[in-house]
């Protein structure tokens, strides 16, 4: 019989705050991915810069509302924490603190450390007290490189998941509202913790809450609810068929890729409003379906009221014969084609680059503003096209703003982002890429705006991507394809790096930057990196670059460039420099003003990767 079962609502400070706990050895896998990550994230910066105001004292956040994070089962047998159920949640929330210290003063960085770890005996003993985690989690604190390759798995989720909420995290907690982030992480997230005197009393209340019937999910009853309202047996069992086939193949995907599919379709289709950024601003269509997509199709398919003060996000579902075109038409399409677009963005495929790119900058909005454009009268390679001119256009303002250091996290773009779903829907392909042109044009800076961009602390994943897309592009013209693919990977022995053209070795070019900061800023400009495999870096970084160009000859392209070699027979370098105006050049040296002028030539360079008259190119059939 189980007793002194214990049920207590408590903020992260509390939860967390000098406590330790430990993890069963047969769920001590960390498995979350960048999915799961994601949605945490987004769910609590959202929750928090909804009350959030610049003019706001750190006082003000003790009235801003609580957020309910979930729950999780300790077991205290022993008279040691254990953690029975929430220990992926947990080690989320490690992670996250981690992140939020950075940037932080001594005083407030020192009471967020108090969640994460203790200091015993000169060490740092982590809260969730998993010893293969511990150098990794060091590593992170300290902001020191890990060798993850060939680390657990655990481990490697660990590291990637920090790395992804780096990516995630909108400009403005990143900045100026990081430590009221901080307090209200600390002190209004809550969790229930419940507590057990033993184990096996843990695992009973686990299987309890798990076991007892299983309750239908979003998608289980928006079917309920729709296929309710269709007469006739027949046409229901045919419906439930279509249904189930098309949910099973995004099932396969990945889990919730199903609800996934569904928010991508109703937001990209039917949603008309969004909720403002004001103190108590209410949910619009584009919020509530991300939450409850199954009571907002319920609310809005049939409105009772008269047509005066009917949402304009009314569904028209008024009869059999509506619901049933909405299942047979509009759900097989558009989950068909989500399937397809998280395929291109899962795995590389040629010609659909761009979808891959987007999601590995963790920009989950693209699926929506791929399908807004569609409609279920179009032909495969029409659908195709209205998907990649979305996908260029979120690449090349992506591309814009990372460059010119402007934050590029789902949070931040969300409202304009659905706008451009508004303005996409019943556009064939050629207007859909006149209006994202114009939208380009208008709202994201050109790369001439910032000519010292470079390396930093935080861009690093950001840069890879830009190396990668140009390295592969320049490849392209001069008859070599399908090698963004190889550029892209990072892991394992055939992973690539990040290349200083420039070795760091200050002493050597002191003539041209005699300030130590002044040569470390220069060497990480863009016009002195290049993407190249990491056993070059091993063999030939630390050389001059009088010795080292001579190696760069065996490389991509975009390396070759730099050396005489590259320019002998080579038709399309030189129809890169004629025809599109990128005035690449071999040089002798590596010296200050050489610097300037690749600098110069890779900006060029990523005008006309990332121009936005492509668009038109790919609406016209010239991918």
């Given at each position: ?15 967390l705050?000098?406590?330790k706990?430990t ?11 960048q999915k799961q ?47 029975i ?26 009471q ?15 809260n ?6 511990t ?17 657990p798995?655990?481990?490697r ?39 057990s005197?033993?184990?096996?009393d ?7 809450m ?11 009853m928006?079917?309920s609810?729709l ?6 047996p027949?046409?229901?069992?045919q ?32 949603s ?23 009571r907002?199709v ?12 009917v ?5 028209h579902l ?7 075109h909405?299942v047979?038409?509009d ?64 690449e ?5 703003r ?6 590029v ?6 409202y ?7 303005d996409l ?30 390396l ?23 008859g070599i ?10 892991s ?21 930057f ?15 990196l ?10 030939y ?6 010795q080292k160009?001579?190696?760069y ?5 975009l ?27 071999p040089?002798?040296?590596f010296?200050?003003?050489?610097l300037?002028q690749r600098?110069?030539?890779i900006?060029r ?19």
């Amino acid at each position: 019989m189980m007793v002194e079962i214990q049920a207590n609502a408590k903020k992260v400070r509390d939860l967390l705050g000098g406590k330790k706990y430990t993890i069963d050895y047969f769920q001590r896998e960390y498995r979350w991915g960048q999915k799961q990550i994601s949605e945490l994230v987004n769910d609590l910066t959202a929750a928090f810069l909804t009350d959030w105001r610049p003019e706001h004292g750190r006082d003000k956040v003790a009235g801003y509302p609580a957020y309910f994070l979930g729950s999780v089962i300790v077991s205290n047998e022993g008279g040691a924490a254990s953690v029975i159920d929430g220990q992926q949640r947990l080690t989320s929330l490690s992670v996250l603190l981690i992140w939020v210290m950075k940037g932080l003063g001594d005083e407030d960085r020192q009471q967020v450390s108090n969640l994460v770890f203790t200091r015993v005996f000169g060490a740092n003993a982590y809260n969730l007290d998993v010893p293969e985690r511990t150098p990794a989690m060091d590593a992170l604190y300290k902001g020191e490189p890990y060798n993850r390759d060939t680390a657990p798995e655990s481990v490697r989720n660990i590291l990637d998941r920090f790395d992804d909420i780096d990516d995630l995290m909108p400009e403005i907690i990143a900045t100026v509202a990081r430590a009221m982030f901080a307090d209200w992480l600390m002190e209004r997230v809550f969790l229930v913790e419940i507590t057990s005197p033993t184990n096996d009393d843990g695992y009973a209340i686990f299987e309890t809450m798990n076991d007892r019937g299983l309750p239908l999910s979003p998608t289980d009853m928006l079917k309920s609810h729709l296929l309710a309202n269709v007469s006739g047996p027949e046409a229901r069992q045919q419906l439930n068929g279509l249904w189930k086939q098309r949910i099973n193949e995004l099932v396969e995907l990945g889990k919730e890729e199903d609800s996934d599919a569904i928010k991508s379709w109703l937001r990209a289709r039917h949603s008309e409003t969004i909720r403002l950024r004001e103190a108590n601003a209410k949910p619009g269509d584009f919020d509530r379906i991300s939450t409850e997509f199954h009571r907002w199709v319920r609310d809005y398919d049939a409105p009772s009221e008269p047509a005066s003060s009917v949402s304009p996000a009314n569904l028209h579902l008024t009869s059999s014969a509506d619901f049933e075109h909405f299942v047979r038409e509009d759900f097989e399409f558009y989950t068909r084609w989500y399937a397809r677009l998280r395929r291109a963005a899962a795995e590389v495929q040629t010609g659909r680059e761009a979808i891959y790119l987007n999601a590995d900058s963790k920009f989950n909005l693209q699926y929506p503003v791929m399908l807004a454009a569609m409609t279920p009268t179009d032909d495969e390679e029409t659908g195709w096209r209205k998907a990649l001119i979305a996908a260029t256009f979120i690449e090349t303002l992506l591309a814009r703003r990372q460059w010119n250091q402007r934050g590029v996290d789902s949070s931040t773009l969300q409202y304009s982002m659905f706008l451009v779903i508004k303005d996409l829907r019943g556009k064939s392909a050629v207007e859909a890429a006149d209006v994202l042109k114009a939208t380009l044009e208008r709202d994201a800076p050109p790369f001439s705006s910032n000519p010292r961009f470079g390396l930093h602390q935080t861009n690093k994943k950001a840069m890879r991507r830009l190396l990668a897309r140009m390295q592969a592009w320049v490849d392209s013209e001069c008859g070599i394809t399908g090698t963004f693919a190889t550029y892209i990977q990072s892991s394992g022995t055939k992973g690539y790096d990040i290349e200083h053209v420039i070795a760091n070795k200050h002493h050597r070019h002191r003539a041209d930057f005699p300030d130590a900061l002044d040569f470390e800023e220069n060497r990480n400009r863009i016009g002195g990196l290049l993407l190249l495999p990491k056993s070059f870096n091993r063999s030939y970084g630390d050389m001059d670059y009088e010795q080292k160009v001579e190696h760069y000859n065996g490389q991509h392209q975009l390396a070759r460039t730099l050396g005489r070699a590259a320019y002998d027979n080579n038709p399309g370098l030189h129809r890169i420099i004629d025809q599109y105006g990128v005035p690449f050049v071999p040089l002798a040296t590596f010296g200050k003003g050489d610097l300037e002028q690749r600098q110069a030539t890779i900006t060029r360079l990523a005008e006309v990767v990332w121009n936005p008259s492509n668009l038109l190119h790919i609406a016209e059939g010239a991918q």
